[in-house]
């Protein structure tokens, strides 16, 4: 069960009211959160079929996103559960033309329901109390052969974590999830790749593409600390985010999945 909290909505999912600055600058104002930017620049032309389509962005926090997509030439609803974070992400985004939808995920199919030709739904399903509902809801919104492009905090470099901090009884009672309780980010329901693996199936999605998003950057003891050592540590970063063991062990699991409609998928789960 989760604490009543005034973070978590009657669904038990966590939004971020009254938490703009703290998500802004913990999440993307680090050196962190510019790496992840990085990376994502470079891997969503390699890891999408990008054709100026339309694109729905669910979750879109302070719209650095729909930002991307817009400035490609797309077509972008960016949807939000959150007022002060779409208020915040309007501001962020000035003059671009993107349509903004204050509602969760779970009420997309009655508010915009497509079908979507391309949907990006990055770092949402963590936050919520049913992932798996979740991802069935995003599946029901894309067009035959669309796709998803999707990122999951991982929760085996989440336990990873904790054991390179010393977090051992932590680690081996597997008590990972954040409570959504005050302040503290850490999400609530991470995943793993299996279950994505397992609930992609289950909704006749292909996992097509996939790749880890900081697969070193968050273990090291100290984080570079000049412009020299951050290009090195990208550069590793670019060059092990798609290689087999390392992307297993990024902080963020980046996937494109594709609506095979209805069509019998086999999709590997490895653990």
């Not at 087999?244 to 653990?271: F, I, K, M, N, Q």
């Given at each position: 069960?989760?604490?009543?909290?005034?973070s978590l909505?009657?669904?038990?999912?966590?939004?971020?009211?009254?938490?703009?600055?703290?998500?802004?600058?913990?999440?993307?104002?680090?050196?962190?959160?510019?790496?992840?930017?990085?990376?994502?620049?470079?891997?969503?032309?390699?890891?999408?079929?990008?054709?100026?389509?339309?694109?729905?962005?669910?979750?879109?926090?302070?719209?650095?996103?729909?930002?991307?997509?817009?400035?490609?030439?797309?077509?972008?609803?960016?949807?939000?559960?959150?007022?002060?974070?779409?208020?915040?992400?309007?501001?962020?985004?000035?003059?671009?033309?993107?349509?903004?939808?204050?509602?969760?995920?779970?009420?997309l199919?009655?508010?915009?329901?497509?079908?979507?030709?391309?949907?990006?739904?990055?770092?949402?399903?963590?936050?919520?109390?049913?992932?798996r509902?979740?991802?069935?809801?995003?599946?029901?919104?894309?067009?035959?052969?669309?796709?998803?492009?999707?990122?999951?905090?991982?929760?085996?470099?989440?336990?990873?974590?904790?054991?390179v901090?010393?977090?051992?009884?932590?680690?081996?009672?597997?008590?990972?999830?954040g409570?959504?309780?005050?302040?503290?980010?850490?999400?609530?329901?991470?995943?793993?790749?299996?279950?994505?693996?397992?609930?992609?199936?289950?909704?006749a999605l292909e996992?097509?593409?996939?790749?880890?998003?900081?697969?070193?950057?968050?273990?090291?003891?100290?984080?570079?600390?000049?412009?020299?050592?951050?290009?090195?540590?990208?550069?590793?970063?670019?060059?092990?985010c798609?290689?087999?063991?390392?992307?297993?062990?990024?902080?963020?699991?980046?996937?494109?999945?594709?609506?095979?409609?209805?069509?019998?998928?086999?999709?590997?789960?490895?653990?």
């Open positions: 069960m989760f604490a009543k909290d005034s909505s009657p669904a038990g999912d966590r939004h971020f009211d009254g938490m703009v600055d703290k998500f802004a600058d913990s999440l993307y104002g680090s050196s962190r959160g510019e790496l992840r930017l990085a990376l994502l620049d470079r891997l969503l032309p390699e890891m999408l079929t990008l054709e100026r389509q339309s694109v729905l962005d669910v979750g879109g926090g302070l719209g650095q996103l729909a930002a991307w997509f817009h400035d490609r030439g797309h077509a972008v609803t960016l949807a939000e559960p959150s007022g002060e974070m779409l208020a915040r992400a309007g501001e962020q985004l000035g003059e671009r033309s993107v349509s903004l939808l204050q509602a969760p995920l779970q009420a199919p009655q508010e915009t329901p497509g079908p979507w030709p391309l949907i990006a739904c990055h770092a949402v399903l963590e936050w919520l109390a049913d992932p509902a979740a991802l069935v809801t995003l599946a029901s919104l894309l067009a035959p052969g669309g796709q998803l492009s999707l990122m999951i905090f991982n929760r085996d470099a989440l336990r990873l974590s904790n054991v901090k010393g977090n051992l009884e932590k680690a081996l009672a597997d008590r990972l999830e409570t959504g309780q005050r302040k503290r980010l850490t999400p609530i329901s991470p995943l793993t790749h299996a279950q994505v693996a397992s609930w992609s199936a289950e909704c996992i097509r593409e996939v790749a880890g998003i900081r697969v070193f950057s968050d273990y090291l003891r100290r984080p570079p600390e000049s412009d020299a050592d951050r290009e090195r540590l990208l550069e590793l970063e670019q060059r092990y798609r290689a087999d063991p390392h992307w297993r062990l990024g902080r963020y699991l980046l996937y494109t999945l594709v609506r095979t409609d209805g069509s019998d998928t086999a999709v590997e789960s490895t653990s």
